[in-house]
């Protein structure tokens, strides 16, 4: 049996540690390098915050597995028994450029279902997290049940570069939402964008293209602040590949679906 009440304290001691770590860091230069391209960056503190967690979970919970951005973590073909995903510094380009605007990620999944939670943005020492069928939360004080709003009302997070030509989805309907919605917003980093939906600073967050680590923490926030979170096409999420990303109160979401994702 598993004491989640007791790997949620864990977890948040862990988390708390790191984000000081991070905090840290601000006064000392940083090791960057490149991954995928030259824009994909990754620095010598989520490298560390990386193997901070894992070190500790391999000796707390040496059956669970773990997939982590940085590639440190265990190489998954399936969600199968206890596994932890993990994003160190989710915005690492903003933790480069402005010390802000990033966070600490990480999801608990048994089995391929979210249990625990937990989005920390470390510059403004703001702790989301959640626990499966227990609510969402952001430093202790429970948040409401998202309010429904109508798409001329609503703010979502959109990021500009999913409003010219690209592969990945017709833009021209996104351009189309955006220009019907009360206003968009970019933070540039996943989780953040997603943990402002649970707690009602934004109405929705679209992105076409995010790994599992991206969105593993931030989807459960949302479900348990009463969201709902597919792909862009309402489809269920591949919790171990990369998804479009669409999260938003219910009414709102099926409405943006029908009305600009899906309509021909």
Known sequence: MVNWTEMD????????????SIRESFKHSLSIHTKSNPNDLVTNIDKETERFFIANIRKVYPGHRILGEEGQGDDLASLKGIVWIIDPIDGTTNFIHQQRHFAISIGVYENGVGRLGYIYDVAHDELYYAERGKGAYMNGVRLPSLTEVSVEK???????????????????????????????????????????????????????????????????????????????????????????????????????????????
């Not at 304290?9 to 000081?20: F, H, L, N, V």
């Not at 967050?205 to 969201?227: C, H, I, N, Q, T």
């Open 154 to 264: 609503a703010l979502i997070a959109l990021n500009a570069t999913w409003l010219v030509k690209n592969r990945y989805f017709d833009e021209k309907k996104l351009v189309n939402l955006a220009v019907q919605v009360r206003g968009t917003r970019s933070y540039g980093s996943a989780a953040l964008e997603l943990a402002y939906v649970a707690a009602g600073r934004l109405d929705g967050y679209l992105s076409m293209r995010l790994s599992p680590w991206d969105f593993a923490a931030g989807k459960l926030l949302v479900e348990e602040a009463g969201g709902c979170v597919t792909n862009l096409f309402g489809e269920d999420l591949n919790m171990i590949k990369i998804n479009s990303v669409f999260a938003g109160a219910p009414i709102l979401h099926g409405r943006i679906l029908d009305e600009f994702l899906l309509k021909d």
């Open 9 to 20: 304290q864990r977890i948040k001691t862990w988390i708390m540690e790191a984000g000081s």
